[in-house]
């Protein structure tokens, strides 16, 4: 599909957008502004199933191996108390254990190490799944339980938390650490705990680019699609989404208008204004940062003299407007913000023959399409 196009000036344009779709959890939609969760964490605090007390061991879910459960483990969690093994999709692994009455290593639970006891499972994933994990005890003392990827150390935490269950994304081949802790000293450490997978769509944070259109990622359970202003420069990007991969728009002086086209949330790069001399624009700026989404277009062969209007034609945002020399410009020839009965604009007099880069800045993170008319006289 062809996101940008060249017409005739008055006649009719303007492509049909595509629709923004809505995933789960995460919407993507008209004015929210919700980014799909970084990292592999997708959720938490869901409504517990079973009473929080209790947890049902189910007939038909596998008790782990409890053959090395006594162990201790190893300096730096190389080892671990158990092994639950490889994890399957539809089959929860449910056991019933004891703290060890040893107090654990520090966590963002308890950043100080303030637990008395703690216990320590071991696990791998089949398959690219959703793990849930569901932690019960029998006391009134405060459990927490986190999950780890690879090590135990604090950068390999994907989670810890005394609200369950937690959710989280794994994947093959990792080895993943799951640590129950107690709070404080109790007569009574029994705990329940209950590990099932479930299908992951994709891995959160995740973007690839095919056909003209950006797919990502949300929350390991859907794959949203965003349509670039043009095609892909790579596996994971829409052309416009860098200078260096800046569109070519080529507006003419006889009447013609460009119109490119797009989704913002194809747009992941981040460009700052604040990075570069000459470029404030707006006094609604703190400290002149831009921190929401841009496009770079490349307009070639223009000439001293000619004026150069960029202007939004959907009337669904607010935009700043930058000219740079070229890629390695270290300051703007012109930055602009016009509003004009809520239409915002560029119009640039030409200073000298040359190509020029303009970048179009979102104001804001808001999910919407875009358009923007180029013209030249």
Same mark, same amino acid.
């Given at each position: ?13 303007? =492509? ?6 809505? =995933? ?14 970084? &990292? ?34 190893? %300096? ?7 092994? $639950? ?47 849930? !994990?569901?932690?019960?005890?029998? *006391? ?17 935490? $994907? ?8 959710? %989280?994304? !794994? ?44 797919? =990502? ?40 208008? !460009?119109? !490119?086209? &797009?989704?913002?949330? %194809? ?17 609604? $700026?703190?400290? &002149?940062?831009? *921190? ?8 070639? #062969? ?5 004026? $150069? *209007?960029?202007?939004?034609? #959907? ?49 804001? #993170? *808001? ?11």
């Amino acid at each position: 599909m062809t996101s940008w196009e060249r017409t005739d000036r008055g006649g009719v344009h303007l =492509a049909a957008l595509a629709a923004l779709l809505c =995933a789960l959890q995460v919407v993507a939609c008209g004015e929210q502004n919700n980014e799909p969760a970084p &990292g592999n964490q997708i959720g938490t605090n869901e409504p517990n199933p079973t009473d929080a007390g209790t947890t049902d061991s189910g007939a038909d879910a596998p008790l782990a191996d409890a053959t090395d459960h006594d162990t201790e483990p190893q %300096a730096g969690c190389d080892g671990a108390h158990e092994d $639950l093994g490889t994890l399957s999709v539809g089959s929860p692994t449910v056991v019933s254990r004891t703290l060890k009455s040893t107090q654990g290593a520090p966590t963002s639970c308890a950043p100080n190490g303030d637990n008395r006891g703690e216990y320590v499972f071991t696990f791998r994933a089949e398959e690219l799944a959703i793990a849930e !994990v569901l932690v019960s005890a029998s *006391t009134t003392a405060p459990i927490s339980f986190g999950l780890y990827e690879n090590s135990c150390e604090a950068d390999a935490e $994907l989670f810890c938390s005394q609200q369950s269950p937690w959710r %989280a994304i !794994v994947e093959p081949q990792h080895t993943y650490y799951l640590k129950v802790q107690a709070g404080q000293d109790t007569p009574d450490k029994a705990f329940n705990i209950s590990i099932g997978l479930e299908p992951a769509a994709c891995i959160p944070g995740e973007t690839t680019c095919s056909d003209g259109a950006s797919e =990502a990622c949300v929350q390991g359970t859907s794959v949203e699609t965003y349509s670039c202003a043009g095609d892909c420069s790579s596996g994971d990007a829409c052309n416009g989404d860098t200078c260096e991969t800046a569109l070519v728009v080529e507006p003419t002086p006889s009447g013609q208008t !460009v119109v !490119v086209q &797009g989704d913002r949330r %194809a747009y992941t790069h981040r460009w700052n204004a604040a990075d570069f001399t000459g470029c404030e624009a707006s006094e609604t $700026l703190e400290n &002149g940062d831009t *921190t929401a989404m841009e496009v770079f277009a490349r307009v070639p #062969s223009l000439l001293a003299g000619q004026t $150069l *209007t960029v202007a939004d034609a #959907s009337g669904a945002g607010s935009y700043l407007y930058y000219v740079l020399d070229d890629c390695a410009a270290t300051s703007c020839r012109e930055a602009m913000f016009i509003d004009d009965g809520g239409e915002n604009r560029l119009v640039w007099d030409v200073p000298a023959d040359g190509d020029y880069i303009v970048v179009i800045e979102a104001l804001s #993170s *808001t999910s919407r399409p875009f358009q923007f008319e180029f013209m030249l006289q």
